[in-house]
């Protein structure tokens, strides 16, 4: 039983693997499904704070103003478009659109690229 | 012979994947709509937002599908990542749990006010 197991393939040394664009696209796309979820309880709370009273409102908003909480938040906002714009991707792939080698590379790139766009934009909105 | 699972290997949770992130993005943008239009955001304004029936139901959408997603999500990541059985199913509970707890507390967000 355990020869049988041992010759069983095993999951990939991701870090000792120099991966693809489209790699990185989709292992983001995991890492950044990983973080929502973590964040999601955050999320919420805040969420179930800024509705109890003015006081908490305002309190949700002075904590929203810290730059440590602002990089958080700029971190989550990379997250959701990354994980939106890779989502995109693998539905279209989904609907065999854009499967070539040459326009999957093409894509992952667009994905990368657009989602550190957004976050940027959202930095310059938040910091300048 | 049927697997002990099911007789679909996977596939349901690949729909329920797509599905959610579907509902999920419209649910998503219906509401980014509503909060564009009131750029001038106060407590009042704010708390009046969530008295409307629309923008509670397309609230608890948006989380009950991010929750169904992320479900299926994390469990495909643990099947990957998490090899001794006991802590995928340890992890694989803890997550389930937070995810239900979840959908029933954006309920109570959403409802314990009335009117």
Not at chain 1, 20 to 39: I, K
Not at chain 1, 72 to 86: P, R
Not at chain 2, 3 to 27: D, E, I, K, P
Request: aromatic letters at 12%; glycine letters at 6%.
């Amino acid at each position: 039983m355990d020869k049988l197991r041992n010759t069983r393939p095993v999951t990939l040394p991701i870090l000792k693997l120099h991966l693809p664009l489209a790699g990185w696209a989709s292992l983001l796309h995991r890492v950044s499904g990983v973080l929502l979820f973590l964040a999601l309880p955050v999320v919420l709370y805040a969420l179930d704070m800024s509705l109890r009273s003015q006081a908490d409102y305002e309190f949700v908003l002075y904590t929203l103003a810290f730059p440590l909480v602002q990089l958080a938040v700029l971190l989550l906002v990379w997250a959701l478009t990354h994980h939106l714009f890779a989502g995109f991707r693998h539905i279209f792939m989904d609907m065999h659109w854009g499967i070539s080698l040459h326009a999957s590379r093409r894509s992952a790139r667009v994905v990368l690229i657009a989602s550190l766009i957004v976050t940027g934009l959202t930095a310059w909105s938040l910091f300048a | 012979m049927k697997a002990a699972t099911g007789n679909h290997g996977g596939t349901s949770g690949w729909l329920v994947q797509r599905y959610t992130a579907v509902v999920g993005l419209l649910a998503g943008f219906a509401l980014w709509l509503f909060f564009l239009r009131r750029p001038e955001m106060d407590f009042q304004s704010w708390h009046g937002l969530f008295q409307k029936t629309s923008v509670r139901f397309l609230v608890w959408l948006l989380v009950t599908s991010i929750c169904l997603h992320a479900w299926i999500g994390l469990r495909n990541v643990l099947m990957d990542y998490a090899k001794p059985l006991a802590v995928r199913q340890g992890l694989s509970l803890a997550i389930s749990l937070v995810l239900i707890l979840c959908v029933v507390w954006v309920t109570d967000i959403l409802w314990r006010m009335n009117g």
